[in-house]
């Protein structure tokens, strides 16, 4: 069975960081993403990684202050926020780029105060 499980969300003020993780079982993947989901909006791209090789891609909104990265032998994969600003505020999930339905879970809530 695949499952993707995110931790690491909380709440936090304007400016500072989290963490968030993601671990992976079931199966490999060649590429896996963050995505975010805001209140009233739609789900979007965050970042994501090509696990072999280690190229990443970030979404303007985020680039230069998001990190994303992976340790293979563990399955798992990070999103380091810094700066965080009130407009991060979502649930964050991982899944694979593009995205598979059946692959969503639960998320992890990011919740950035002014």
């Known amino acids: 069975q695949v499952q993707l499980v995110e931790s690491g969300g909380g709440l936090v003020q304007a400016g500072g960081s989290l963490r968030l993780s993601c671990v992976v079982s079931?199966?490999?993947?060649?590429?896996l993403a963050w995505f975010r989901q805001a209140p009233g909006k739609e789900r979007e791209f965050v970042a994501g990684?090509?696990?072999?090789?280690?190229?990443?891609y970030y979404g303007a909104p985020v680039k230069g202050r998001f990190t994303i990265s992976r340790v293979d032998g563990a399955n798992t994969m990070y999103l380091q926020m810094n700066s965080l600003k009130p407009e991060d505020t979502a649930i964050y999930y991982c899944?694979?780029?593009?995205?598979?339905?059946?692959?969503w879970g639960q998320g992890t809530q990011v919740t950035v105060s002014s």
């Open positions: 899944n694979t780029d593009p995205p598979v339905n059946s692959y």
């Open positions: 079931g199966r490999t993947f060649s590429t």
């Open positions: 990684i090509m696990w072999r090789s280690g190229s990443i």
